[in-house]
């Protein structure tokens, strides 16, 4: 997004409201304000959007292409992940590790190994393990990586 210039070097007509305080109210209905080119909000304090307690009506709407948390996030950031595909991708995983040990567990010897030995071992780990990959499970089941409040598209 360009950079509006500033108020002083502005060479077309402004309304500059310059105040200690402004408050602008509609007591019935909307306030619609509308720019051609962006909106700049800018504060030295803290910048709050309150939409009031109703849980129905209480919703805010970003509608844009791209939404940048923080001012280096394209570049330095990370993207979203979308939780209902990593809980589909993890618990795939996860039952694939827990269907290996599964097969191991039950295996008597595989060839490569040696009765007694590294397989013996690792069949007596199987049942921790297969404990934290459940207890991984169940956490993801319940929600553990979903925000209640934010929410993205996906890409299309």
């Not at 709050?48 to 280096?72: C, P, Q």
């Not at 990370?78 to 939780?83: C, K, L, R, S």
């Not at 010897?109 to 007694?116: I, Q, R, Y």
């Amino acid at each position: 997004m360009e950079k509006p210039d500033l108020p002083g070097l502005y060479k077309e007509d402004q309304i500059i409201l310059n105040s200690p305080r402004i408050l602008l109210n509609a007591k019935d209905d909307f306030i619609l304000a509308s720019s051609k080119k962006g909106y700049n909000f800018s504060t030295e304090g803290g910048f709050h959007i309150n939409g009031g307690e109703n849980s129905k009506t209480s919703i805010t709407v970003i509608n844009t292409k791209e939404i940048n948390l923080g001012l280096k996030a394209k570049d330095k950031g990370q993207p979203v992940t979308m939780a209902n595909d990593t809980e589909v991708i993890l618990n795939d995983i996860i039952d694939s590790i827990i269907l290996l040990m599964g097969i191991y567990k039950g295996a008597v010897a595989p060839l490569s190994f040696v009765p007694g030995g590294a397989m013996a071992a690792s069949n007596a780990s199987f049942p921790i393990v297969e404990g934290k990959l459940k207890g991984i499970q169940t956490k993801l089941k319940n929600g553990a990586i979903r925000s209640n409040m934010a929410y993205v598209l996906k890409n299309s």
